[in-house]
């Protein structure tokens, strides 16, 4: 059974920092492209961030360059989140997702967590 787990969302203000987790099961992560995705109320889910299987390399929106990393750890089968300098504009629930190819398109992810809610106070 395929599952992903998140945590570490939380009320912060903004500027402060939050590191999000997802943990893998019934799968190794190093078999797909893993990537986070982000709703806010009366909003589309959207890409925020994307790490591509072959060559290690991450992938992000416009509006989140320089500011989130997205990293993982292959022996805890893990990917993160950090996320700096937050604005109230990234207050949303945050998704891990897995997907078969290099995407930010939704569709193209077949696994998906529960969430976590990320709040950004002025």
């Known amino acids: 059974q395929v599952w992903l787990v998140e945590s570490g969302g939380g009320l912060v203000q903004a500027g402060d920092s939050l590191t999000l987790s997802c943990v893998a099961s019934?799968?190794?992560?190093?078999?797909?492209?893993m990537g986070w995705f982000r709703q806010a109320p009366g909003k589309e889910r959207e890409f925020v961030a994307g790490?591509?299987?072959?060559?290690?390399?991450?992938y992000y929106r416009d509006s989140v360059k320089g500011r989130f990393t997205i990293s993982r750890d292959n022996a805890k089968n893990s990917v993160y989140l950090r996320m700096n300098s937050l604005k109230p504009e990234d207050t949303a629930v945050y998704y891990c997702?897995?997907?078969?190819?290099?995407?930010?398109?939704?569709?193209?992810?077949?696994?998906w967590g529960q969430g976590t809610q990320v709040t950004v106070s002025s």
């Open positions: 790490f591509h299987r072959i060559g290690n390399t991450p």
């Open positions: 997702a897995r997907g078969s190819i290099p995407s930010t398109i939704r569709r193209e992810y077949d696994s």
């Open positions: 019934g799968f190794a992560l190093t078999d797909y492209n």
